[in-house]
């Protein structure tokens, strides 16, 4: 049955192949069943309240993503919209229960444009030097995660960041997992990217650096409909849910292509099934405003399972159902997630796998060559992947204008453009 509806031999891959990239990408991202509540706390919402928030909408999303799309891309509520979901809570004195409000209309609108052709479009029309310089970008965004976590980098006064203390149990503990981690992959040993993160586990149980306080816990009761959807327009907060859909698209659809990019989903410049794909991740968002947390996307570390051999949405499907498990085993959870130097490694080898579409960039042809270029940059440094993708799209067309190729720019490109032009002008967000 699992042969025949995920066309497990059609895309050279077993059913083994598949669990161990979902397992993979869920260590990952599991990271997120804790940090997310932790953020949203921080606003007002209720710990548990997310945490079961979070787990219901990675679980709605991957299952969606793998059961129509067929996408070994996981889904799960979004790092940075979580930060701006806080930081409005914070500043403009609204209840976080008006914000999830904003959230849930984002999310009705995200479902609308779903059933439409405007985002299967979007991606089909982005030019490959934009789509190379976003799944580019991506790696060097999840690179820069890993050596940050890690505390490989760190903040520096003089150069904004600078190389860490090597010496620091959690960066010898990195660089040794990290290291592991490359000879395995250069052996060919099957699943070599969570080989790594087990014997680094074990490593860091050795040396001290882990200490479980329990293993099974019961979860906690979902909270649905805590939100204020009447405060939202009584505050006229419409920029906030336009920044919370523009970000959401984008993010997600750049997230998608850059794993579609490296899985070899794509088909001569498009990607098959694409509705299917993107209404998974508007669907979470609505379900997850539901619940009780920020707007959901695509996320980056799918890339890990798919260099790990992940070919179908049967990983989808794997991911699904460990965070569904992951509620029973929250003090195991939060201490993989508390130890970076676990999942830190696959990050940063997974990023040098994304930069092999840069081979197809003409580098020669400068229209083609800076859009890419900052599109790429503009992600690790600004630690924003819907800014690299602003920036790419804002500067293409002017290149290409420039270059008296106006006429060769899709409409689409123009009028995301100037949207966001007048959101970064606006209404900027990080992450």
Partial sequence: MLESFFKLKENNTTVRTEFTAGLTTF???????????????SAGVPFE????????????????????????????????????????????????????????IAGILFLLLSFTTLRETLINKIPDSLKFGITAGIGLFIAFVGLKNSGLVVPNEANIIGLGDLTDPMVMLTIAGLFLTLVFYMLNIRGALFLGMVITGILAYFTGQIQFEGVISTPPTP??????????????????????LLVTLFDTTGTIIGVAEQGGFMKNGKLPRSKQALLADATATTVGSVFGTSPATAYIESTSGVAAGGRTGLTSLFVSLLFAISIFFTPIISVVAGVPAITSPVLIIV???MMQGLAKINWKSFDEAFPTFITMIAMPFTSSI??????????????????????????????FAILFLLQLIFFPMNG
Avoid: C
């Avoid at 260590?27 to 706390?41: E, K």
């Avoid at 299952?63 to 701006?84: D, E, K, R, V």
């Fill in 223 to 244: 909270v649905f409909f805590d939100l204020d959807i009447a405060g939202v327009f009584s505050h006229g907060l419409y920029t906030i849910i336009i920044a919370f």
């Fill in 49 to 104: 309240q997310v945490f079961m928030a979070t787990v219901i909408t990675a679980i709605v999303g991957s299952l969606m993503m793998g059961l129509l799309a067929n996408y070994p891309i996981a889904i799960a509520p979004g790092m940075g919209l979580n930060a701006y979901f806080a930081s409005v809570v914070a500043t403009q004195g609204l209840s976080y229960q008006t914000v999830f409000g904003t959230v849930f």
């Fill in 386 to 415: 819907a800014t690299g993708i602003a920036v790419g799209f804002i500067t293409y067309p002017l290149m290409k204008l420039a270059r008296g190729k106006g006429k060769e720019v899709h409409w689409l490109i123009y009028l």
């Fill in 27 to 41: 260590l990952t991202m599991a990271y997120i069943v804790v940090v997310n509540p932790a953020i949203l706390h």
């Fill in 351 to 353: 990023g040098s796998f």
